[in-house]
């Protein structure tokens, strides 16, 4: 196999993948508080037109960024607000709200087809970026591929280590004990929803600002679904994201790169394979069930009110 393919192979995996990571590190979070946000990919597409809509009437990749940041928190607000405060059905919700996210997202971006910004500039780090073959797979990717790498080693250190992380693991796995201690059941609810819907809209932006910076109608493409898959895949550890969004990545990337590769595979079965992936990778996982129990929060799905 030529080396500068297979450099280019491994650098795009990261790209696809660094979306995935994004939106299934916050949702991760969420689900160790309790909750399930089924409306994951609503609010990455939300965040994906936001962020451009930004980015082409501001002319700034940042702006588009918190525009998309913002996004994906209002809607995650919503969620919040109609699960948690009002007691709606968490999973009933979530569809929900990825069914109006998608209406919305093609309502708000009817004019936006076809125009295109200046995608997201790749880092340059002085020698280290020059390095044949290790240069460009580890030290010429743009700031939000770096970001999400510390992003996941952050969130595992919280969890594992700090208080905070304690306090989000103990009301997913006993919210009526946690409240009776005193812990603030709701607000940590909140406040975990919240940052997952703000990572989802990055997510989104990210997939419209700089691995296609360009807006589609749809353009997440199911990512929104395969990112709450991988929090299971992960068995809700931050370290098993990474394995999880960089082995999709790797095999989305797959179906574009199959021909050079020499694979004489039909292009139809290449587009489904990313998905068929996921679902065996699941169904191998959940064939042993205390590798879910093992983990998984013990309230998560379930509704809390304080007495």
Known sequence: MNPDYLIAFLASTAGAATPLVLASTGELVAERSGVINLGLEGIMVVGAVAGF??????????LGFLAALAAGMALALVFAFLVLT???????TGLALTLFGLGLSAFVGRDLVGQTVAPLAHLHFP???DLPFVGPLLFRFDPMVYASLLLVALVGWLLAKRRI??????????????????MPVVKLRYATVLF???LAGLGGAYLSLALTPMWVEGMT?????????????????PRG???????????????????????????????????????????????????ILLNKPMSLGQGFKAD
């Open 165 to 182: 992380g304690l306090l989000v693991r103990a009301v997913g796995e006993a919210p009526h004990a946690a409240h009776a201690i005193g």
């Open 127 to 129: 020698l280290l970026s």
């Open 86 to 92: 009002l007691q709606t059905n968490q999973v009933a």
């Open 53 to 62: 809509s930004a980015a082409l009437h501001g002319g700034s990749i940042g």
């Open 196 to 198: 997952g819907g703000a």
């Open 241 to 291: 994201l990474l394995l999880g969004a960089y082995l999709f990545g790797g095999v989305t990337v797959l179906q574009f790169h199959g021909q050079g590769l020499g694979l004489d595979v039909p292009s139809e079965f290449l587009s489904m394979l990313p998905y068929l992936a996921t679902i065996v990778v699941l169904v191998v996982i959940c064939r042993n069930p205390q590798t």
């Open 221 to 237: 493409a199911g990512r929104g679904w395969i990112a709450l898959a991988q929090v299971v895949f992960a068995t809700w550890k």
